[in-house]
């Protein structure tokens, strides 16, 4: 079947570091969003990017559809970062999202 | 705009009682979709539905019931709870074509 598999699996940053998590996925993306999903279970949308580069303040993100990969980039990060934080891609027809299993960050003060 | 909304939040059930978690929409979105988040896991696609009247079933749709009478509502239905069906359930809605999906606060379920 489809596979998107997330690394690294657990990330844990000082305050103010740069980290890059990835998404890889075994078969072609008509669309790919990147989600965090916080400390209560909420899960937030950050990026719809089936293909190039995104950036909403400190977080970015490029996905390069034809080498199959994504690439969320988190910046100066802060406590508030903590979390999980999801790849899922969809083809082209319905809203069947695949996941992938997640990074988790912590982000210590 | 509410976006998507699921009630309720947390539920309690013993093994073999019935229950309905409530999913609306306020977006107008044809595609509508339960999925479900076990520990340390990504999320898993029940049943989804493209449209009024249609419905489909995802990856995990054993133990679960949907129906699509209205654009707005997407139930799902536990019929004969299980332990194995303690999870957190998300709903999410789309608009057609290559958009992005929107989540519910999800819902906490626990079956005793």
């Known amino acids: 079947g489809i596979q998107v598999e997330q690394s690294p699996p657990d990330l844990i940053l000082q305050e103010g570091a740069n980290s890059t998590l990835r998404c890889n996925f075994s078969d072609s993306v008509n669309n790919l969003q990147w989600f965090h999903q916080n400390p209560w279970g909420q899960l937030i949308n950050l990026f719809y990017?089936?293909?190039g580069t995104k950036q909403n303040g400190r977080l970015s993100a490029t996905t390069v559809a034809t080498e199959r990969y994504s690439l969320l980039y988190i910046s100066s990060s802060q406590t508030t970062d903590s979390g999980v934080y999801f790849c899922?891609?969809?083809?082209?027809?319905?809203?069947?999202?695949?996941f992938g299993g997640g990074t988790r960050v912590l982000v210590k003060p | 705009n509410a976006g998507v909304t699921q009630t309720p939040k947390f539920q309690v059930l013993k093994t073999g009682q019935s229950m309905t978690l409530q999913c609306a929409q306020d977006m107008n979105h044809e595609y509508m979709s339960w999925y479900r988040q076990d520990p340390g896991m990504g999320l898993r696609l029940i049943h989804y539905s493209v449209g009024a009247g249609i419905t489909d079933q995802g990856e995990v749709p054993n133990g679960y019931n949907v129906s699509r009478s209205t654009t707005e509502d997407f139930p799902l239905r536990l019929l004969s709870a299980a332990p194995s069906q303690t999870s957190v359930y998300f709903c999410?809605?789309?608009?057609?074509?290559?958009?992005?999906?929107?989540f519910g606060q999800g819902t906490r379920l626990t079956v005793v």
């Open positions: 899922a891609r969809r083809k082209a027809a319905g809203n069947k999202l695949t």
């Open positions: 990017i089936p293909s």
């Open positions: 999410a809605s789309k608009e057609q074509g290559n958009t992005e999906a929107f």
